[in-house]
């Protein structure tokens, strides 16, 4: 009877190692939280692209043909509006060997965004790592994902968090019938947000890992969130029972308690804890159309037709300065509208301005008074003050605009404006070519075009969404 007990014992101790042993090979997500009680967590800080400061207000912008139906003000938030955010961590591996493509996920964690307000630029996330990363302190890479249903994908899918990192790498959006996210061209920014990635690659260059050695567990950072700006109280019961080792009060010492307050923001900052940036996951083409007044011939954009842009994107680029599509995509041109549908723009629809002239960012003619400034010409603004500029322009009726969001190529585009100057079908060509001879993700494209006596002229101006810019230009008599 003794030796079957230990026996028993013995089985039930084999079955218990067995299961200690699983769980520190599976990835932990948030939905396995007593998968390991030894759990740390890594808080990492989220930046939202940049947007623009226009000073039109809300509602300023006309509607109808001759204004346009987008609002500048409110384009530019939703430009940059993140809805869902979705974290992958993984162990870092140097160079892109796809052996370890296979390997799972340290961590995933999806994160329900209720509002971003143009004030607060940042998503702080909180990811919790399995215990077993204390062993041996890995570097970590990561993979942040927002706004995923704007290209389709089922948000509330289970297999994300069992995702690898060749999964994650070989994510791609779009398909053959079209330009846009889901084969249809995106006039407007979806409900869903626009798509944005950031990639964190900690090859040596990224955060200290000194605040992973801590090894703080959720409950013990959940104590520092809910005492922020509180006066640091070392005999707090609460404080005693979460059992902070002296080098993690040590730590917290140095760098999370000023003048004698808890400051939980201190544990984001950059050299601390991982930070990216999201970039948008595709490109803006502004069309901006305007006759110069007087001008007497009836006039009409038929349609505007692009080249090159492929019919699948990688959602994560490979690189930061890479431009990269998925092998064997086709390149099909599309019709902004298609070739069956109404013209773009017909007569009334194509605005008149005094000097189309000015509107060129080339342009040397003041016609910009920032708030308070003095008056600038196009070609000494910055990119933020060139499109604001364009957005009043546009509000006072003196062009028309029609926008495209378009997913980034790694071939030089070419485009085609189809217009009428009476019953005779022109065209205009132009392209879309940036430094790198790409159509790089998150970049904007300014393609103005004027009549004058002498035809349409097409003036190009491209920078990155919300940077600097460089012009080129194209005149079609």
Excluded at 5 to 30: D, N, S, Y
């Amino acid at each position: 009877m003794y030796r079957r007990f230990h026996t028993l014992l013995f089985v039930l101790a084999t079955f218990l190692l067995m299961a200690v042993a699983a769980a520190c090979v599976e990835p932990l997500t948030p939905d396995e939280p007593k998968l390991d009680p030894k759990a740390v967590t890594l808080p990492i800080r989220i930046y939202l692209p940049a947007t623009g400061i226009p000073t039109t207000k809300a509602g300023d912008e006309k509607g109808g043909e001759k204004g346009g139906t987008d609002d500048p003000v409110k384009s530019a938030a939703e430009e940059c509006a993140l809805h869902q955010l979705q974290v992958w961590a993984f162990i870092h591996r140097s160079g892109n060997d796809d052996k370890y493509d296979t390997e799972g996920a340290l961590a995933y964690i999806y994160v329900p965004v209720s509002g971003t307000s143009s004030e607060s630029r940042t998503v702080d996330v909180e990811l919790r790592l399995p215990g077993y990363v204390m062993d041996t302190l890995p570097r970590i890479d990561f993979y942040v994902l927002g706004n995923a249903a704007a290209l389709g994908y089922d948000m509330v899918d289970p297999g994300w968090q069992k995702y690898k990192r060749g999964d994650i790498k070989a994510k791609a959006f779009g398909d053959k019938d079209g330009s846009g996210f889901g084969g249809n061209l995106i006039k407007t920014v979806p409900e869903e947000g626009l798509p944005m990635a950031g990639y964190f690659d900690n090859s040596g260059k990224g955060y200290d890992i000194s605040f992973l050695k801590q090894g703080f567990t959720t409950a013990q950072l959940d104590y520092i969130k809910r005492h922020n700006g509180d006066v640091y109280d070392p005999d707090d019961a609460m404080f005693i029972a979460l059992d902070f080792t002296a080098e993690q009060k040590a730590y917290l010492n140095s760098h999370c308690i000023k003048s004698g307050r808890w400051d939980y923001a201190a544990l984001y900052a950059a050299e601390l804890t991982p930070s990216l940036t999201l970039s948008r996951a595709v490109n803006k083409v502004n069309f901006v159309f305007s006759k110069i007044v007087g001008f007497a011939d009836e006039t009409e954009i038929t349609r505007i037709e692009i080249t090159s842009i492929p019919d699948q994107t990688y959602v994560f680029p490979r690189s930061a300065n890479t431009v990269t599509v998925p092998d064997k995509v086709a390149y099909p041109a599309i019709s902004y509208p298609a070739a069956k549908d109404a013209p773009l723009l017909d007569n009334d629809a194509v605005a008149t301005v005094d000097d189309p002239l000015r509107l060129r960012k080339d342009s040397s003619i003041p016609s910009y008074n920032p708030e308070g400034g003095q008056y600038k010409a196009p070609g000494d603004m910055t990119a933020d003050e060139y499109e604001t500029f364009l957005n009043r322009e546009i509000a006072a009726g003196h062009a028309t605009r029609r926008t495209l969001y378009l997913r980034e190529s790694n071939t030089p585009l070419r485009g085609t404006i189809y217009y009428k100057r009476g019953a005779e079908e022109q065209t205009a060509v132009f392209n879309l070519t940036s430094k790198a001879s790409s159509f790089p993700r998150n970049t904007t494209w300014n393609v103005y075009a004027y009549f004058t006596a002498y035809g349409l002229h097409v003036h190009v101006n491209v920078n990155a969404w919300n940077g600097s810019g460089n012009s080129g230009q194209h005149l079609k008599k």
